[in-house]
Nanobody, 121 residues
Framework: QVQLVESGGGLVQAGGSLRLSCAAS????????MAWYRQAPGNERELVAT???????NYLDSVKGRFTISRDNAKNTMYLQMNSLSPVDTAVYYC???????????????WGQGTQVTVSS
């Protein structure tokens, strides 16, 4: 019914930048909150940043001042601008969205497939 597709991951040197995108498509009436999570090998998945439909944001302490979450409601797309990257940011990054479905108006939670971010020292 709804698909989330991330893009923009890759390999970057420490101090570099990447911009992740998450495009939602399918039977969407509206999207409430959206979020980026990440999971490094051997670690649990952690919440990196959230953004509400009104664009209020929250961040994991370790990324504050370096990462910026944003969204384009007209395009059902969310972004994560990541600056001053360090090796500890290496992980698979997942997008998450709370979606109100078209026709049924049910609210469901969806995940993307993940995109790898690797930061070399």
């Amino acid at each position: 019914q709804v698909q989330l597709v991330e893009s923009g991951g890759g390999l970057v040197q420490a101090g570099g930048s990447l911009r992740l995108s998450c495009a939602a498509s399918g039977s969407i009436s509206s999207i409430n909150s959206m979020a980026w999570y990440r999971q490094a090998p051997g670690n649990e998945r952690e919440l990196v940043a959230t953004i509400t439909s009104g664009s209020s944001t929250n961040y994991l302490d370790s990324v504050k001042g370096r990462f910026t979450i944003s969204r384009d409601n007209a395009k059902n797309t969310m972004y994560l601008q990541m600056n001053s990257l360090s090796p500890v940011d290496t992980a698979v990054y997942y997008c998450n969205a709370e979606v109100r479905l078209r026709y049924t108006l049910q609210v469901r939670n969806y995940w993307g497939q993940g995109t790898q971010v690797t930061v070399s020292s």
